[in-house]
């Protein structure tokens, strides 16, 4: 899975879809870099990476204010 997410994100790269490479610098910003949490940091990578592409999406095509509304909603989802 974290293959075929890691190379999705790539290709995205290579293609010039993702404006900004914001898929790569939300799992850098959201990641623990912690030694006693790194491996459930490791396995949430591929979440990381689908949510960072679609707020990248959302911010290309909608504007800063869909990417950041989605964003404040997949938290308050996460909390629930």
Same mark, same amino acid.
């Given at each position: 899975?974290?293959?075929?997410?890691?190379?999705?994100?790539?290709?995205?790269?290579?293609?010039?879809?993702?404006?900004?490479?914001?898929?790569?610098?939300?799992?850098?910003?959201?990641?623990?870099?912690?030694?006693?949490?790194?491996?459930?940091?490791?396995?949430?990578?591929?979440?990381?990476?689908?949510?960072?592409?679609?707020? /990248?999406?959302?911010?290309?095509?909608?504007?800063? /204010?869909?990417?950041?509304?989605?964003?404040?909603?997949?938290?308050?989802?996460?909390?629930?």
């Amino acid at each position: 899975i974290i293959y075929v997410v890691l190379n999705s994100i790539f290709e995205c790269w290579v293609e010039n879809r993702c404006k900004d490479k914001g898929s790569l610098a939300f799992i850098v910003i959201h990641m623990s870099f912690d030694p006693e949490t790194i491996v459930n940091e490791l396995l949430n990578i591929p979440s990381y990476a689908v949510a960072g592409i679609l707020f /990248a999406i959302a911010y290309e095509h909608k504007g800063p /204010a869909c990417s950041m509304t989605a964003h404040i909603v997949y938290n308050s989802a996460s909390l629930i």
